[in-house]
């Protein structure tokens, strides 16, 4: 496990996520830091490479954070990123563009095969994170958004419920008890 790269990717998603630049404000680094925290849940599931899954959690909306007008084809412009950063810290050529697919197929809204466990596990971690981050969706829905107390928690209920029907049939098992408690809460 290359421990220097995955400490040198948090603090650098840390840096970027704190610029003004960033549209998505902090809300966002912590939801990359949920990505990786199930990510690397999703990897002692199902046998997959954990230092690849963690790698590509970390940069999956490094785009998105660096640069807004990125966002509708972060997932592309991110890989781009990601083989640029990866190669100037001297990674595994071989691993790089293993990373690279899981970057590119990691969004939901996007019909892409996920034709490795890897790319499955970013893509799930992705989908799941947001029960993570509930406060941050409430936030969304009241202050940015300006939605009144019914209206707000019917947004995050349906965001959740679509962040939940996009997980693969194992990952809906596996996430299924958090799933139905964050849903009775609201």
């Not at 807004?68 to 972060?74: Q, R």
């Not at 100037?88 to 996007?110: E, F, M, V």
């Not at 034709?115 to 509930?134: G, K, R, W, Y």
Request: charge should be negative; aromatic fraction near 10%.
């Amino acid at each position: 496990m290359r421990t220097d790269i995955l400490e040198y990717l948090h603090n650098e998603i840390y840096t970027r996520c704190k610029k003004p630049a960033n549209k998505f404000g902090m809300g966002c680094y912590f939801h990359i830091e949920a990505v990786v925290k199930n990510g690397a849940l999703l990897t002692e599931q199902y046998g997959a490479d954990k230092e690849i899954v963690m790698i590509a959690a970390w940069l999956h909306d490094i785009a998105s954070i660096t640069d807004y007008s990125l966002y509708e084809m972060h997932h592309l412009h991110g890989a781009e990123m990601a083989h640029d950063i990866l190669t100037s810290l001297s990674y595994d050529k071989a691993k790089i563009p293993l990373i690279q697919t899981c970057i590119k197929n990691h969004r939901g809204s996007q019909d892409t095969p996920r034709n490795s466990i890897e790319e499955l596990c970013v893509a799930d971690a992705d989908a799941i994170s947001h029960f993570d981050s509930v406060p941050s969706l409430l936030y969304l829905a009241y202050v940015i958004r300006g939605m009144d107390i019914e209206e707000g928690k019917e947004f995050v209920r349906q965001k959740l419920d679509r962040s939940y029907q996009k997980l693969s049939t194992q990952s809906k098992l596996y996430y299924q008890t958090k799933y139905e408690h964050v849903m009775n809460i609201l």
